[in-house]
């Protein structure tokens, strides 16, 4: 029997990594990329090209991006749908935010420890999320996504949480006497993490854990037949998700000076999880422009609906959220697998035929 | 005694509304295999739509089947224009086309009416009667009308061959075409039907919440966990579940205020009689996981 | 014209790939024609190429109207009555409901109690289990029930894909025996699709033998049964 299994499963991871092999390595001009990025405070910030203003912004595209790995690391890579990460989102949040204000620790301390109680707590909610799977599993993630503000409002945690008030922390100082901004300060630190948690999520993809969650998310059955234990590979999955989500969270929570219940609204899983079908899903660059897309979306909704208005002379005075849903709409409309899926495909028809 | 009445009493009050959008979500379910996330504010933007009529200066029962039947055009027409592209597609991108309409409605429901809180006249007449104590008249009305177009919905699709056909095209497509029904007009009609019983649980539920574009939000969210509970492939289960989540979800803000009276200790309030409903359901789904009413459905590999 | 079928160099595709190679054959008004071959031949493609069930090329007529490009319900609604690979039960229905459901197109109602009783006078068995739900009949009652949804249509032109599938021999001998008494005396011409050649010939006039998606040899049933060449190379029995 053991000998069944171990084969079982090496067919599995060589079947896949096959096809994983090719794509392997990280193409030079995107360390190129992160090079540059990494000196944007020195190039920007010094000459005043780029005001603190911007710098924030980036550092929410940054962390919107993470969250948008998160999420896809669960739907895109393991197939399990989520419509409540935001929750998630809220813990890693709370906990960095409670941990300085009410016990003044180290802001950079903070950031483990919310990761690891978010994964404790994605871990031990896909536990029994396993058994629900498609619909079932968005309602329970539907509806953790609706409990968590509550809980945060929860007259018993007002002590720690400050109720519908939230909590203010204020931002840190860069270390060392740097000659920089607050806010530029930060960014780098966002980007750091953001690349530390890119490459661990390219290597978890690859590894043996990846290919069995791609299995499980491509042929459940013949998963368990191979050996998988898609019970712990599913809630383990769960946790790391949760895990990512919830240093987003924290990050956010830094960068804002600010957490409330209402900054976690039932939006900002949706956010998550468009941001990782419109970047792309089962796809790491698609997370990047996934949480482009969450950022600068509703920026540009605005202005295109000003424009639009404008132009056409309406009777009614239009919301972006029109635009917006009818932007998501064109989208999955020319691009059904995502901003990336559809470059990956147009490149397949454009490039030469070696 | 009669305040656990009336608390059953508004509960099932409000559980005739969450059956409606439960059933709204099962008849669409069972033919594609997708939720409906924007069904709720289909039904709110139905509910504006009859505010209107009404503001206009239409009588009520008139307003009502009128918006019955734009709302029946609008669901039909969602079908045919928007899902029709996308009947391969991934189930993700449905589900964000859903949340594309969804935003697209709120956002028009608020641009042409504003945010701005409503009153919505109920249709019903006040006059009191032996159990008023217990039951207002306008729930009696949600109740009773409720019953209504389930009885009429079981009707049409037990007795008509429509329905029949409705029914076969959504069970079996490839062999509802070998008999010759147009299986694509029967999910563009299984929509238009949806989007009417939406619109009858809007206009029911708006004298309740006063009409705004945010209306409807936790509405669908009971819907759907009432759905799941009952069943999600079974529209009798979906019409009981919805009755159970309504039921459930004053039974747990009461049974936390007679706690809190009895030992001063606040534990379960109105904040989170929603979050302790949602874990209820979900607890049910995880022991049973094809609902009350539901059958397993035995897939061959 | 006294084709009821006729096929003209059809191809059909499953994606990209081609399952058939432009066939041609034909079925006279009131015969009983059968399509012979191994697995993966194309003989279920070329029944779903006639409904419109593939993507597919090629000349189609029924009765002397072209129907290739047409949706499948159109294609079933000039009186082809399809019975599928598999049954196509609607298992939640009752059995009465599946037979009242294939007479949607119909509206001559006196015509459908018609053929209602004749489909009883057929299969007595299923009148008995009238209001039982579908799913739960035996695999030859369904195949009973899935021919009798196709009687239901008022077919000229019944298309059977492996009614002998997974049943038993004497279950299968009674299929076959109320299938040519369906074509005598309702007058329903009949295209059988089948992998037990022996039965297929012994009931059909007409045989085409189809391999990887071409007709490699066709003739009447009887000469085509005393080909021992044919039949040991194809029919292998």
Known sequence: MATTMTTGTDTVDRAVSARIDARRGTPWWIWLGIAFAALLPLIGGRTGLISNFYFLQLSLMIVYSIAVLGLNLLTGFNGQISLGHGAFFAVGAYVTAILIDRYEMYYLATLPIAMLACFVVG??????????????????????????????????????????QGINIFKPDPPFGMPLSPDQWLYLVVLACAV???????????????????????????????????????????????????????????IFEFVSPDSFRFELSIAILVGAVIGGIATLSGAVIGGFFVQFIEKYADAATKWVTQIVHLPIELEPWTIYGIVLILLMYTMPMGVAGGFASLWRKIRPPN | MEQLLQQVAS?????????????????????????????????????????????????????????????????????????????????????????GLLAIFHSLAGAIWTHTVKPFPSPFPNFSFAGSGIIGPHQIGMILVAVLILALLFCFFRFTPLGLAMRAAALNPTSARLVGIN???????????????????????????????????????????????????????????????GVLENMVAYLGY???????????????????????????????PSGLFGHVTVKRV | MSNILEVENLKAYYGASQALHGITFSLVKGGITTLLGANGAGKTTTLRAICGMVRAEGFVAIDGEPVTGKATEAVVRLGVGHVPEGRGT???????????????????????????????????????????????????????????????????????????????????????????????????????????????????????????????????????????QIRKSYLGY
């Not at chain 3, 002998?164 to 001998?173: K, T």
């Open chain 1, 123 to 164: 871990y031990l909610f896909g536990r029994p999320a396993l058994r629900l799977e498609g619909h079932y599993l968005a309602l329970a993630t539907f509806a953790l996504a609706i409990a968590v503000p509550q809980f945060l409002k929860y007259r018993h945690f007002e002590p720690y949480t400050h109720g519908v």
């Open chain 2, 183 to 245: 299986v694509d007009w029967m999910l563009a009609l299984g929509w238009g039907l949806a989007a009417t019983v939406g619109s009858v649980a809007g206009v029911l539920v708006a004298p309740v919440v006063y009409l705004e574009p945010n209306m409807m939000a936790g509405i669908l969210l009971y819907g759907f966990a009432g759905a799941l509970v009952g069943g999600i492939s079974s529209p009798g289960g979906a019409v009981a579940g919805g009755f159970i989540v």
């Open chain 2, 11 to 99: 509960g099932l009050a409000n559980g005739a509304i969450y059956a409606l959008v439960a059933l709204a979500l099962v008849m669409i379910f069972v033919s594609t295999n997708h939720i409906n996330f924007a069904q709720g504010e289909m039904a709110m933007f139905s509910a504006f739509i009859c505010w209107q009529l009404i503001h206009w200066g239409y009588p009520f029962w008139i307003a009502l089947p009128a918006t019955m039947l734009f709302s029946f055009v609008i669901g039909v027409l969602i079908e045919r224009i928007i899902l029709r592209p996308l009947h391969t597609a991934p189930l993700l991108s449905v589900v964000v086309v859903f949340i």
């Open chain 1, 196 to 254: 530390v948690m890119f490459i661990v999520a390219r290597n978890i993809v690859h590894s043996r854990m990846g290919r069995a969650m791609m299995a499980i998310r491509d042929q459940p059955l013949a998963a368990d037949t191979m050996g998988i234990n898609s019970a712990r590979t599913k809630s383990i999955t769960f946790g790391i998700s949760a895990l990512y989500v919830g240093l987003a969270g924290a990050l956010h929570a830094i």
């Open chain 2, 258 to 288: 007679m706690l809190e009276r009895a030992t001063g200790f606040y534990l379960i309030g109105n904040g989170e009689k929603l979050t302790v409903a949602l874990l209820m359901v979900i607890t049910v789904l995880t022991l049973k």
């Open chain 3, 90 to 228: 609607f298992t939640e229905l009752s059995v009465e409901e599946n037979l009242r459901v294939a007479a949607y197109t119909r509206r001559d109602k006196a015509a459908v109690a018609r053929d209602l009783e004749m489909v009883f006078t057929y299969f007595p068995r299923l009148k008995e289990r009238m209001a039982q739900q579908a799913g739960t009949l035996s695999g030859g009652e369904q195949q009973m029930l899935a021919i009798s949804r196709a009687l239901m249509l008022g077919p000229r032109l019944m298309l059977l894909d492996e009614p002998s599938f997974g049943l038993a021999p004497l279950i299968v001998q009674e299929i076959f025996r109320i299938m040519r008494r369906i074509n005598e005396e309702a007058k329903v011409s009949m295209l059988l699709v089948e992998q037990n050649a022996a039965l297929a010939l012994d009931l059909a006039d007409h045989a085409y033998v189809l391999e990887t998606g071409r007709v490699v040899m066709s003739g009447t049933s009887a000469v085509v049964k005393s080909d021992e």
